[in-house]
């Protein structure tokens, strides 16, 4: 239904670069590691928490004006009833995306300044 809307599927990376925001990322070693001195530091990739932003970047690019992607996701959590560490979620985004007259989708009509 979504290639029919004209999204388009993408496809992300599993393994990325770490990234310090959001839940905490299971961590891969790479066997490729090397330090700008010349040893051998350990180099460590993450796991996806949640990979949009790949996606988002095409789309400021102005590559693509819509996607969708069903991706798997992991997170290093505690233990908890609605949580588990490897889940599936389906990503969907619009560029330019018009919100009616207010220009937003949760707009305060107490200021009636509309989008023209």
Known sequence: MCRQLG??????????????????????????????????????????????????????SGAIDKYFQIAKCFRDEDGRKDRQPEFTQIDLE?????????GSDKPDTRVPLKVR
């Open 94 to 102: 619009m560029a330019y995306v018009s919100w009616g007259p207010y």
């Open 7 to 60: 999204f388009l599927e993408v496809e992300t990376p599993l393994l990325l670069k770490s990234s310090p925001e959001g839940a905490r990322e299971f961590l891969v070693p790479s066997r490729l590691g090397r330090s700008a001195h010349g040893g051998h530091d350990p180099v460590f990739y993450a796991l996806p928490q949640s990979p949009q932003q790949p996606k988002q970047l095409l789309i400021c």
